[in-house]
């Protein structure tokens, strides 16, 4: 989730009105993506080109899925 909102910052997100974003901004726009399936994340003058887009898509499919790696680890070490 980090990289994918590092590589937001860096190429998926455009600066729209002359206003650029910040890293807070695309970090905060990743973890949005990755909690919400369906509702799209709002960024107030920034819009995503479509290097943006395909990372917000990885982000929302794999982050689930890593969470959901994460918990069947701690479940089988909680097992033992």
């Known amino acids: 989730m980090l990289v994918l909102g590092l ?33 799209v994340p709002e960024i107030p003058r920034v819009a995503l080109n479509y290097a943006g887009e395909a990372m917000q898509i990885l982000l929302r499919l794999l982050a689930p899925l890593f969470f959901g790696l994460a918990l069947f680890s701690l479940r089988g070490r909680v097992k033992r």
């Not at 590589?7 to 998926?12: A, D, E, N, P, R």
């Not at 455009?14 to 206003?19: F, R, W």
Request: overall charge negative; proline content about 3%; charged content about 20%.
């Open 7 to 39: 590589g937001l910052y860096f190429f998926g997100i455009e600066s729209v009105d002359g206003h650029d974003p910040s890293l807070t901004r695309a970090l905060c726009y990743s973890l949005e993506s990755t909690t919400s399936l369906f509702k």
